[in-house]
């Protein structure tokens, strides 16, 4: 059964026309009630959570990747941040026991268990992105598009103790960040070079691998399943970037125009699909990747300026983050601002529709989705 629905934001806290080649999906926000029914005799897919960092709003997310609603809150102000502590981007361990939040105003990264209680942190100046590194355990960190001018550095944290070491990767501004658990390399990319660094955890042996066109800005990457293909988003140039993963140095294997400011990445666990944001399109873009081409484009009310995605481990849901900063999209509730209220949209990967549009905290940036603990 499908109606209109919107899930209004949790309020608990720390408690626990086909158009240029492209099909244009323009959709409703509709939603299913009960989303995870199992076929007869097929059990139900695990819990997940989803996990969103609210940049403007000083907290975190945490959505039941089922039903779509916000289970709690998780207001960093509590453990001695400001309001200007920019939670920014999140990771979760394998396992779901435990999850993490950069901070770009509040210098740390935080390490939460699955109760969505603070149990380390880590200083790093105006930390960004996070990858986590499951053979090693180690999680990584890069830095924020905000920061002018921060160290050519990018971090490791040993969730253990919440130790830090900083890892020279020789350019200005390291933003976009990836490891590759197979080959245990670590990607990591200029927001100001067309150059990207690849980092052998084993050996510590760094290659730089330069990439041709004009200034492309590289916002993010995701590595396809196989471990074949690595494609970046590039702000500048609406472009997603395709290189070889074991070569990449040998230059673009595919470059497809995607649209205006495309950003946070993600595959189809099967590979066949990358999914995205067109940030300032307020859409998401779906590309094949037998032949690399943009297969959907779509829209709907709760996606505004679109920026994480992250895929559910059956591949069925994909959820997108929405700063909302313009505030196109009206609140359900009364607000004095529209933009102090952000979307997460769930979108179902076989019908490209929207069936939830789920209310959070001010400008949701970075997404990351992962078991139950």
């Known amino acids: ?77 509590q453990y001695g941040f400001d309001a200007n502590s920019r939670p ?36 790093f100046e105006t930390p960004g992105l996070l990858a986590m590194e499951p053979s090693s355990g180690m999680l990584y960190v890069g830095r924020s598009m905000m920061a002018p001018s921060p160290p050519q550095r990018i971090g490791v944290i040993d969730p253990a103790d919440m130790g830090i070491e900083e890892l020279d990767v020789f350019f200005p501004r390291p933003h976009a960040l990836l490891v590759d658990s197979e080959t245990r390399r670590v990607f990591a990319a200029s927001l100001v070079e067309n150059r990207f660094a690849v980092l052998h955890e084993e050996s510590g042996d760094l290659d730089l691998v330069n990439v041709d066109g004009p200034p492309h800005t590289l916002v993010q990457f995701a590595l396809s399943p196989d471990g074949r293909h690595l494609v ?26 995607v649209g205006t400011q495309p950003w946070h990445p993600v595959f189809s666990p099967n590979g066949d699909r990358v999914y995205f944001g067109a940030k300032d399109d307020d859409a998401v873009i779906v590309v094949e990747t037998v032949g690399w081409t943009v297969v959907q484009r779509i829209t709907a009310p709760g996606i505004v300026e679109p920026h994480g995605s992250a895929v559910t481990a059956d591949g069925r849901y994909l959820f997108v983050s929405n700063r909302n900063l313009k505030g196109t999209y009206t609140p359900t509730g009364e607000v004095e601002n529209n933009a102090d209220v952000g979307t997460v949209v769930k979108i179902d990967t076989e019908t490209y529709e929207v069936v939830q549009t789920i209310e959070v905290g ?12």
């Not at 920014?88 to 993490?100: C, R």
């Not at 990449?248 to 497809?256: D, I, S, T």
Request: some cysteine; glycine content about 14%.
């Open 1 to 77: 059964m499908r109606g209109d629905n919107v899930l209004q934001r949790g309020m608990v806290m720390h408690s626990k026309s086909v158009v240029g080649g492209f099909l244009l999906v323009g959709v409703g926000v509709s939603a299913c009630t009960t989303d995870e029914e199992a076929p007869s005799g097929e059990p139900p897919p695990p819990a997940e959570r989803v996990y969103v960092a609210n940049q403007a709003g000083a907290s975190v997310s945490v959505i039941d990747a089922g039903s779509g609603e916000v289970v709690a809150t998780i207001d960093v102000m």
């Open 88 to 123: 920014h981007h999140t990771a979760v361990d394998p396992d779901g026991g435990h999850w993490y939040v950069s901070l770009i105003g509040g210098g740390h990264v935080l390490r939460f268990n699955a109760a969505n209680e603070l149990v380390g942190r880590a200083p």
């Open 232 to 257: 970046a988003t590039a702000q500048m140039t609406g472009k997603l970037l395709v290189f070889d993963a074991a070569a990449p140095a040998a230059g673009l294997v595919a470059e497809v125009d």
């Open 362 to 373: 001010a400008y949701p940036a970075g997404i990351s989705i992962g078991p139950a603990g």
